[in-house]
Nanobody, 127 residues
């Protein structure tokens, strides 16, 4: 049974940076697509960014392109989301997800392909 634990959220001001971490236990994530999603109050969960199992391919939502960077350290069984130039509209609970194994293509980042989720970490950006 895989467990994903997010950390690094907090309250920051617009323009600040945060780095979220997602540590996995119970399963090595090295062969799995990993992704970050977020859910703002009153809204549905949305895709933020994803990284292929090889780490060679990434995909981002248009709203975060150029500001957020996803990376992975398979030796540490951890995925990261570096968030720069944060905006109030980035305020949400951020969730880490375990995607499909050895998958290629944009379809790998569809939320229906994700099989496990962390409990989330809250990010609040004040203006």
């Amino acid at each position: 049974q895989v467990q994903l634990v997010e950390s690094g959220g907090g309250l920051v001001q617009a323009g600040d940076s945060l780095r979220l971490s997602c540590a996995s236990s119970g399963r090595m994530i090295s062969t799995y697509t990993m992704g970050w999603f977020r859910q703002a109050p009153g809204k549905e969960r949305e895709f933020v960014g994803g990284i292929s199992w090889s780490g060679l391919n990434t995909k981002y939502a248009e709203s975060v392109k150029g500001r957020f960077t996803i990376s992975r350290d398979n030796a540490k069984n951890t995925v990261y989301l570096q968030m720069n130039s944060l905006k109030p509209e980035d305020t949400a609970v951020y969730y880490c997800g375990l995607g499909p194994p050895q998958c290629s293509g944009d379809g790998c980042y569809d939320s229906v392909m994700f099989q496990a989720w962390g409990q989330g970490t809250r990010v609040t950006v004040s203006s």
